[in-house]
């Protein structure tokens, strides 16, 4: 640009995109904006009173909905590219065309081959199929362009007919300059809709306007410490290096990539704090999964390596007495439930430690024993720590069956999910490798506490060939009900100190909700403090859940956590400056029903839905693009009105 206009002058500018906060540091951009705001404004200048956006481009795919001016509803496509722009030009390509000549005939068809919205694997099969059956190349061009708005529909944004996007629609990104995804997105929803000439680089288009309205407003002064665009001398000289270090700031370890540009200017990768970048830790007072997380470390056993060998010579010189340890393994429900077993085993005089908490190297051990790549990610996770609670050694590995959790009154019945109450038996049967190490995975039932003793006292003394006798076990019982009561009490507490706090300090809150072991910070991937960093409070559900009284839900409320997760919503909807993000997993069954009661139990009352999916795979950049979004809305004065 600087060859071709050497006479102008560059007054403002601004980037978005994934790589947004790289190009800004590396070309010293002015301003950096999110995505979908920089969409929003490009799309708003072709049709000011816009109220749907769909952009799908090679690789990804963003919706919108737009109402009272700002952006209300986000949906992205995260587990796969299959409909994108890259999936048609790989078809293409395999057929012998271009990706033009290959849109222009599907315009010419006259029997388009139903293709549905699958995989992509499954959809090369139906191709072939198509292709032995004398298909046409346009009729299989025309069905993939189909194929290709059906999974925008009805597997991403899972409409149900035209009228909820509304008449007054954009649609964007590289994609749509095919015209036959073009006409097959206006056929299928009943619409004409806007497509600008410039629909791949609408991102572009977005920002600069953003930029342009930022100079406008600033009365075309800018900040005093701003340089400007890296000139072009400088370009002539730019260079950059890339380097790979461990981050030692905290437990998480964090695998940075540090750029550094010419200049002295650098950009970092890979953070789940802000620590590495302002060489601060971050400040999580306001921040109630730090707090789980601090309370929890407080249940374990932790001794010098002299203490844990003279504790393994007693162990093997008597395996029947109370010296054995305890392992319990700190994933699932046991991120509840381990101050109850904690209090139980050590009022019976036993040692009692954690397989700590999960980080990459512990998942990775345990991935050689994991049945079925299908299951929820927490659950993954939990094959790592029962590796480790074996290699640390201990006499017992305790994770018992949990049909039922206890009875919250918020719903019929109080289920755990049918992993967290099976998944004791899937360790059993795939885990060849514990020894000498008894595991005990039998159903218990503490949410009868009338029970209980009974039943636990017969599992202990069947599976530890140790006698109890029933005032001990009475005294044991008594002490983990206490216990977790108290660990209730405390995070119950904490979540309203934060709250105070946090409305005398005039900052927003946000209730990250989920499931008790979303606080693992491998399940949860940091997002958390990348949420406190970006200067909100953090609670969670159980905080405030109990404060909202039982109400009636579209489904069968029957499990206590997910009672919880619907309570949150209630009390988000009807609490100024609360907002919800949701975090979900892949692979979790029961998230495909609870996530359209929460969104509804929010839009109800005007507030926002923001939903993350997490598995194994760490997504920041779109976790970024939603949080950043909701913050834009919040600033908009638009949320909740």
């Known amino acids: 640009m600087y060859s071709r206009y050497p006479k102008a002058h560059i007054a403002s500018s601004a980037v978005t995109g994934y790589g947004e906060d790289m190009i800004k540091a590396a070309l010293n951009i002015e301003y950096g904006v999110v995505e979908t705001v920089a969409h929003f404004t490009a799309a708003k200048f072709f049709l000011p009173d816009v109220e749907f956006i769909i952009d799908i481009g090679g690789q990804d795919m963003k919706c919108f909905k737009i109402r009272n001016g700002a952006i209300d509803n986000i949906f992205l496509n995260e587990a796969c590219s299959s409909g994108c722009g890259s999936f048609l030009q790989t078809f293409a390509s395999s057929m012998g065309y271009g990706i033009e000549e290959f849109a222009n005939l599907g315009l010419f068809g006259d029997n388009p081959v139903d293709l549905g919205s699958r995989c992509t694997v499954f959809m090369n099969s139906s191709v072939k199929q198509a292709q032995k059956e004398g298909v046409t190349v346009e009729n299989i061009s025309a069905g993939l362009s189909i194929s290709v708005i059906k999974n925008a529909l009805y597997k991403v944004i899972r409409v149900h007919s035209a009228d909820e996007l509304g008449k007054k629609i954009v649609v964007q990104g590289g994609t749509f300059l095919n015209n036959a995804v073009l006409r097959a997105f206006e056929k299928e929803m009943g619409v004409n809709v806007i497509r600008p000439d410039i629909a791949g680089m609408m991102g572009a288009y977005g920002a600069a306007l953003y930029a342009k309205e930022l100079y406008v407003r600033k009365g075309g002064r800018h900040a005093e410490d701003y340089e400007g665009v890296i000139s072009s001398e ?7 290096d890339v380097k790979s270090v461990t981050c030692n700031g905290c437990n998480n370890h964090c695998q940075l990539t540090v750029n550094t540009f ?25 921040n109630v999964y730090e707090y789980k997380i601090s309370l929890l470390k407080e249940y374990s056993d932790v001794k010098d390596e002299a203490e844990n060998a003279d504790a393994s010579k007693n162990n093997m010189s008597d395996k029947s007495d109370r010296n054995k340890v305890i392992g319990i393994p700190l994933a ?35 991935q ?10 927490p659950a993954k996770m939990m094959h790592g720590h029962i590796q480790t609670l074996i ?6 590995i305790f994770y018992p069956g949990m049909t039922y959790h206890f009875d919250e009154h918020k719903g019929r019945k109080n289920y755990n999910c049918a992993v967290i109450s099976g998944y004791p038996e899937v360790i059993n049967a795939n885990t060849v490798n514990f020894g000498d190490i008894t595991y005990i995975c039998d159903y218990v ?9 009974e039943k636990i006292k017969a599992i202990l003394e069947n599976r530890l060939n140790t006698n109890f006798t029933k005032s001990e076990i009475k005294k044991a019982c008594d ?38 072991y979303h606080a693992d910070p491998e399940v949860n991937h940091g997002i958390h403090k990348l949420i406190a960093g970006l200067g909100f409070a953090v609670v969670s559900e159980d905080c405030v859940s109990y404060k909202v009284p039982k109400f009636n839900t579209n489904i069968i409320a029957q499990w206590t956590f997910h009672q919880r997760l619907f309570s949150a919503a209630k009390y988000v909807a009807d609490t100024p400056d609360f907002y919800m993000v ?10 495909a029903l609870t996530t359209d009661e929460v969104r509804e139990i929010l839009e109800c009352r005007g507030k926002l839905y923001t939903q993350i999916k997490i598995d194994e795979v760490t997504n920041r950049g779109a976790v970024k693009i939603r949080l950043r979004s909701l913050i834009a809305a919040i600033e908009s004065g638009k949320e909740g009105k």
């Open 234 to 240: 400088e370009l002539k000289t730019f260079s950059y």
């Open 332 to 366: 699932m429900n046991m991120y509840e439930m381990l101050p109850f077993w904690y209090a139980f085993f050590k009022s019976l005089g036993y040692t009692v430690k954690t397989s700590g908490f999960s980080n990459r190297a512990m998942y990775i051990k345990g």
């Open 445 to 453: 039932g503490p949410h009868v506490r009338s029970k209980f003793p």
């Open 582 to 591: 949701h975090l979900v997993s892949f692979g979790c069954g029961l998230d």
């Open 368 to 377: 050689g024993t994991i049945p079925s790549d299908t299951v929820c990610f």
């Open 262 to 286: 010419s200049g002295g200017r650098k950009f970092i990768g890979g953070n789940r704090c802000e620590k590495p970048v302002t060489k601060k830790a971050q400040d999580d007072s306001l």
């Open 391 to 396: 290699e640390m050694g201990v006499d017992v």
């Open 479 to 516: 002490a983990a009900y206490t216990e977790y009561g108290n660990y209730v009490s405390k995070v119950r507490a904490k979540g309203d100190e934060i709250i105070k706090r946090a409305k005398e300090e005039g900052k927003k809150i946000i209730l990250l909700a989920g499931r008790p």
